[in-house]
């Protein structure tokens, strides 16, 4: 949902105007500043070799590490999706990169909840 205020595309094109088709050029700029590409040559005309910049981190990347962290620091998986703007919490589930360590911290909790539970009844 766009705000009331906002007028226009969010990434403009060349003439300041219109939208632009893709972020490709923005986004491995934004990468060669953070120092996340690998320079790589490639041909260009008359065979004469040029320097490009990929990226090495993908444009959904800092996304899924924003719900990731969120889940792991205990956010459930409903707020950390209405954070990024998903309606299904399966979609946010796929987003959520749980490691073992992460998992045995999580079953710790319970076999304490249990003991909690054993000393009050």
Sequence with gaps: MQPASAKGPLF?????????ITIRRPWIQACKAAGLVEEIEVEGKRGKPLKRYKPTVRIHDPRHSFVSHLVL????????????????????????????DDLRAAAGKYVKVLEMTKRSA
Excluded: F, I, M
């Design 12 to 20: 403009v094109g060349r003439d300041g105007k219109r939208a632009r």
């Design 73 to 100: 620091s205990g956010v459930s998986l409903k707020a950390a999706g209405a954070l990024v703007g998903h309606t299904e919490v399966a979609t946010t589930n796929r987003y959520a990169n749980l490691t073992n």
